[in-house]
């Protein structure tokens, strides 16, 4: 296989990824969400937590019913739903980023360490990841916090710990693969040492796969986080997160459905989003493994 | 052969020792200790905890003060009621929409279904749920909104299968009974059956691609064969293939999905026991259940992994 600079591959990504049209939608959305929940607080019409007591389960203006004050209605305690959202936007996607950031630094110092450890002891940390691979998520995640109590902040170290087994899996294993390559032995024939084989020669070889598992995880630790909220264990009420108010919404689907529809939607585009991005991103950087 | 035997149940071990740790550490959160312990050290009543769990002795739940593996059985055939259920609308609908899918390449019902089968895998169950309740249940009126039975069918847990019992009760209620149990059961089983559906469709639609395009089907074609019969006796064959090695992953999503369906449709099962068990701080219950849940995980994988084994030769040679 021919190894092209990796500017060079990148620039062809880039030519393959602008081509999908589903990967454009996705990033689009994305984009739009990032920036309204980078901007929520500024734009949001009012505090999250503001209770407006008489104008309580107001539909959105769409509805006849609507009131111009509540473009997407109020809750059952008169919160403004589309405050709410905003300020849940900024929350879930900080609290997605920084459980992805911290499970993906962890795993790949992990997963780079293993690759250089010796045989036997590999293969045992192997198999635990494998372990924690094959166990339910949402499983491990509540027997986790069902340990150090419920709680936003247990719900995220329960999701980090979750997600780290899967970077640890690719690290590895891309590195493993890269390790025997004709160039990697040249290498070490010069007198490479293993660190700078690692960040020289390997590194921009395995970044293609990192960074499909980082899009993907993405989706995963959000939708995590949203599960935890929407049973209980994650972020507790009154604070606007997406899968909390969907949790509150529970009572209220038949007479008031946009307390559900609403949050639920939010959650619904981004996941979607991350995720046809990370489709093109994944075809974009292997097109081998192109449909 | 002997060899990757011997490597998964080095595996097997590995995964009940971890799997067994930390539920003691689960059981060690309880405020009254739910094993009466004869040692002090942590480490020596590990192995005593170990002893106890042979013996059928799980524990007694705080809150309903019974033995926690009773409750477990009792709660978990509605669960797999429902896995079962839901495992066969996604396996036969997600292989149908995949195989018509890679026959109508590039056509819209491939864009579609496609489309489709991403949407569904991007959805997040507790929403889709809800939103399942929103149109068929409160809308429409088709289906309940929670629950296995109708109150007013008095059924005896004979075997506990809902399905099953109420066929049991056949001469008390005719075909009536079973048929609102179904009715019961529709909603929740399409709900927890949508994003596998989605994932065995598209891997059906690619992995069969994939083998279309060898060449043992080019000579297939050239000596005459009907579509039909290259994709449903040749090619199927072996795209099958990938999709039970992806199977394993299924019931991981399967398990996760199970927890918050029953949660949403208020369904009896071991989802809704292990919730109400968090929340509540009932250490002796949260450990079993994790335990007998994960033990169902790794044993289907392991049985997954010796099927595969079994099925592919190159796996079987020692290498």
């Known amino acids: ?291 | 052969m002997i060899a990757s035997i011997l490597k998964q149940l080095g595996t097997l071990l590995i995964s009940l020792l971890g799997l067994t740790v930390l539920t003691f550490i689960l059981s060690q959160q309880s405020d009254t200790p739910i094993h009466p312990y004869q040692s002090d050290s942590a480490f020596i009543q590990y192995f005593e905890y170990i002893q106890f769990l042979i013996n059928g002795d799980w524990g007694i739940s705080s809150i309903h003060k019974r033995s926690v593996l009773k409750d477990f059985l009792q709660h978990f055939p509605a669960t797999i009621e429902l896995i079962v259920f839901a495992m066969i609308l996604a396996v036969t609908t997600g292989l149908a929409l995949g195989i018509l899918a890679s026959t109508r390449r590039g056509g819209w019902l491939d864009n579609t279904l496609m489309t489709t089968s991403l949407v569904g895998y991007s959805m997040p169950i507790f929403w889709w749920g809800m939103l399942l309740v929103l149109l068929f249940s409160l809308t429409l009126g088709w289906t309940p909104v929670a629950g296995r039975i109708s109150f007013e069918y008095d059924i005896q847990p004979f075997t506990r299968f809902m399905l099953i019992d109420t066929l049991l009760h056949h001469n008390k209620y005719g075909f009536d009974a079973f048929l609102n149990a179904l009715h019961h059961l529709i909603l929740p089983a399409v709900t927890l059956s949508t994003i596998p559906m989605a994932i065995i469709a598209r891997m059906t639609r690619s992995s069969l691609l994939a083998v279309l395009k060898s060449e043992y089907i080019r000579t297939a074609r050239s000596k005459g064969i009907s579509k039909q019969r290259i994709i449903w006796v040749h090619a199927l064959r072996n795209a099958l293939q990938p999709i039970l090695t992806i199977s394993g992953v299924q019931i991981s999503i399967i398990m996760s999905g199970v927890i918050i369906t029953e949660y949403i449709f208020a369904w009896p099962g071991i989802g809704k026991w292990l919730l109400e068990a968090v929340s509540r701080r009932d250490f002796a219950s949260i450990q079993g259940g994790v335990l007998a849940l994960s033990i169902i995980v790794i044993a289907f994988n392991l049985v997954l992994d010796f099927l595969s084994i079994y099925l592919n030769p190159r796996l079987r040679r020692p290498s």
């Not at chain 1, 929940?37 to 203006?61: C, E, V």
């Open chain 1, 1 to 291: 296989m021919i190894k092209l600079p990796v500017s060079a591959n990148n620039r062809a990504a880039w030519t393959i990824f602008r081509q999908n049209k589903g990967a454009m939608i996705g990033a689009v959305i994305l984009i739009i969400i990032l920036i309204l929940a980078i901007i929520g607080p500024w734009i949001s019409p009012y505090d999250p937590a503001r209770q407006f007591t008489n104008k309580i389960l107001i539909p959105p203006i769409w509805s006849p019913a609507g009131d111009f004050n509540f473009f997407l209605g109020t809750d059952d305690l008169g919160r403004d739903i589309l405050s709410r959202l905003l300020h849940g936007a900024r929350l879930s996607l900080q609290l997605t980023f920084t459980v992805v950031l911290i499970a993906a630094l962890s795993g790949i110092l992990i997963g780079a360490g293993a690759a250089f450890l010796n045989q036997t002891l590999r293969s045992l940390l192997m198999r635990i990841m494998d372990l924690l691979l094959s166990f339910p998520s949402l499983l491990l995640a509540i027997a986790i916090v069902a340990i150090i109590g419920p709680g936003l902040p247990n719900a995220i170290y329960a999701v980090v710990i979750v997600l780290i087994p899967q970077f640890v899996r690719i690290t590895q294993s891309s590195i493993s693969d890269e390790l025997n390559n004709d160039y990697v032995m040249a290498a070490r024939l010069d007198g490479a040492s293993s660190l700078r084989l690692l960040s020289h020669h390997v590194w921009p070889n395995i970044t293609p796969a990192l960074t499909v598992q980082l899009t993907f995880s993405f989706s995963t630790a959000l939708l995590d986080i949203a599960a935890l909220g929407f049973l209980g264990l994650g972020a507790q009420p009154p604070m606007a997160e997406w899968g909390t108010m969907l949790s509150e919404s529970r009572a209220f689907i038949q007479f008031a459905p946009w307390t559900m529809t609403l949050p639920g939607l939010a959650i619904f585009l981004t996941v979607l989003s991350i995720n046809l991005v990370g489709d093109g991103i994944r075809d974009a950087l292997d097109p081998r493994l192109n449909r």
